[in-house]
Nanobody, 130 residues
Framework: QVQLVESGGGSVQSGGSLRLSCAAS????????MGWFRQAPGKEREGVAA???????RYAQSVKGRFTISQDNAKNTLYLQMNSLKPEDTAMYYC????????????????????????WGQGTQVTVSS
């Protein structure tokens, strides 16, 4: 079990940038794959990006080329750099750790499937205005 706390959300104009951070506590951070997810009101939670224990990254098609996931194992911190933000990126963003393994399942959009992740943060709001 790992505890996760997101930060860095806020309100920006279309085309702007934000960097989200996810601070992890616990002694097993490096044993998990990590992912970013988002959920807008009335919509299902969708996978945005993930990174595995080998540093391999995956992105949903909707954010590929605009978002970058990274991690600093020494600081037990996960990041999501978001550039060229669009109004449709508006959502609550969550970080999560995989369910006790070194793998995860992709959803139909190419992002990580929430079912592969067990431990979740409380979320940070991202709002993009046009």
């Amino acid at each position: 079990q790992v505890q996760l706390v997101e930060s860095g959300g806020g309100s920006v104009q279309s085309g702007g940038s934000l960097r989200l951070s996810c601070a992890a506590s616990g002694y097993t951070y490096s044993r998990y794959c990590m992912g970013w997810f988002r959920q807008a009101p009335g919509k299902e939670r969708e996978g945005v990006a993930a990174i595995d224990n080998d540093g391999i990254t995956r992105y949903a098609q909707s954010v590929k080329g605009r978002f970058t996931i990274s991690q600093d194992n020494a600081k037990n911190t996960l990041y999501l750099q978001m550039n060229s933000l669009k109004p449709e990126d508006t959502a609550m963003y969550y970080c999560a750790a995989s369910d006790g393994g070194n793998w995860y399942v992709l959803d139909s959009r190419g992002g990580p499937h929430p079912a592969s992740f067990a431990d979740w943060g409380q979320g940070t709001q991202v709002t993009v205005s046009s």
